[in-house]
């Protein structure tokens, strides 16, 4: 009788795991939405500012955008090394995070508990050159002032956020296994059916726009052509079609198709309606 008991529970406990961690991750979103929705004007102005892909979003993906880098940031202790914080920094790099898997299901990049930021170049480990970020096991790292040069454009074809998000996505899918975007596994495959002979002919000498630095290695390679693709969309489709299409395939979304109007435009049109409600 006991062991029925046993084995009747732990069927239980089986079967309704999986719908209850649904409920409390449903309940739990639902609670940071109302807190997000209080300071969604803050994360508005500060990656209006900033991030050009977003204002190229139209209101439903703006929003969208903004909740994602308002929940990621949640899912981080941010550390600041030798470098004055302020209530910008963890939002704009969560947002790096966000533009680069806005158009997967899996956005977290739950691996990583712990982002650094630094003041600037550093060295790490036995290397001799300096580090602008990278993603070790330990958690995410970004030079501060490196990454401001990327998403104010001053450096073209580089965004340092953008970099090491790559690589932290390659992880999670790959490396930990900890959050595996189907879409992304999938397709990646048939990503590296382009990008491998590309990669194999610079690694022989070949010059392409991706810059000597991509053909380091593949995680490199990989690494580069997503600053590419973002900062340098327009080239990257001329000079190497295969691969952004392959691109935007296996990220799932295309920075040269967007079909957004952004809130400026929406809030423009919004605008003689409204003085028409009032006067009436
Ligand atoms: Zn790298």
Redesign the pocket.
Known sequence: MELVVIIALVLGILLLNRPVTLLFQRLYTRHQYKRFVAAETFYHSVVSHHIKYYNRLNLEEQRKFLFRTYQFQHSKNFHYIEVEQNAEMPILVSAAAVQLTFGLEKFKLNYFDDIFILRDDYHYGFYSRPFM???DRTGIYLSWDNFIKGISGLTPNCNVGL??M??ALAYVNFITRTEEDKHFKKEFHNFSKVARPIFTSMQGGAKNLLGD?AA?NY??FW??AIEVFFENAMLFRQELPELYEAMSRVLNQDPLNFTGTGYATIIRRMEPLVRKATAQ
Do not use: S
Request: charged share 15%; proline share 0%.
């Open positions: 970020g990278h993603v970099h090491e790559g690589h630095y380091t995680h490199e690494a580069v």
